[in-house]
C-alpha cells in the first residue's frame, strides 16, 4: 500500500470550538511576582474585586466572578499609569490573572 501526498491541496480548515470563557471566581492565591510588579498587586486586587460581578451564578454559589469584559477591563489597568509604571502593572495583572485561574482549575480538579 502507498500513499500520495497532494502538495497543491489546501490546507485543513481550521475548527471552531464550541467552547468559551464564561467566568471565573475570585479566590484567595499566592500570585508569584517580580517585586517591582508586586508593589501593584493591592491595586489589582482592589480593582478586580470592584469589576466583578457578585453572585454571578446565584447567590446559591455566589463569590465575585470575573466575565471576559471585566478581564479585558482589568486588563486596560496599566493603561490609566504613568508609561514608566505601566510595564510594572501589566506584570501584575497578567500574574494576578494567571494565578486565579490556576487556583480555579485546581478547585475544579478537587471537586470531580
Same mark, same amino acid.
Request: proline letters at 4%.
Given at each position: 500500500?502507498?500513499?500520495?501526498?497532494?502538495?497543491?491541496?489546501?490546507?485543513?480548515?481550521?475548527?471552531?470550538?464550541?467552547?468559551?470563557?464564561?467566568?471565573?471566581?475570585?479566590?484567595?492565591?499566592?500570585?508569584?511576582?517580580?517585586?517591582?510588579?508586586?508593589?501593584?498587586?493591592?491595586?489589582?486586587?482592589?480593582? !478586580?474585586?470592584?469589576? $466583578? &460581578?457578585?453572585? =454571578?451564578?446565584? #447567590?446559591?454559589?455566589?463569590?465575585?466572578?470575573?466575565?471576559?469584559? @471585566? *478581564?479585558?477591563?482589568?486588563?486596560?489597568?496599566?493603561?490609566?499609569?504613568?508609561?514608566?509604571?505601566?510595564? !510594572?502593572?501589566?506584570? $501584575? &495583572?497578567?500574574? =494576578?490573572?494567571? #494565578?486565579?485561574?490556576?487556583?480555579?482549575?485546581?478547585?475544579?480538579? @478537587? *471537586?470531580?
Amino acid at each position: 500500500m502507498s500513499a500520495a501526498i497532494n502538495q497543491t491541496a489546501n490546507p485543513l480548515p481550521k475548527v471552531q470550538s464550541d467552547l468559551s470563557f464564561v467566568a471565573f471566581a475570585l479566590s484567595d492565591c499566592t500570585v508569584q511576582v517580580d517585586r517591582e510588579a508586586a508593589r501593584y498587586l493591592r491595586a489589582v486586587h482592589r480593582t !478586580a474585586l470592584e469589576l $466583578a &460581578v457578585p453572585n =454571578y451564578f446565584g #447567590a446559591r454559589i455566589g463569590g465575585f466572578w470575573l466575565l471576559a469584559e @471585566q *478581564v479585558a477591563r482589568l486588563r486596560a489597568l496599566s493603561e490609566h499609569y504613568p508609561a514608566n509604571q505601566a510595564q !510594572a502593572v501589566a506584570r $501584575a &495583572v497578567n500574574a =494576578y490573572l494567571e #494565578a486565579q485561574l490556576k487556583n480555579s482549575i485546581a478547585g475544579l480538579s @478537587q *471537586v470531580s
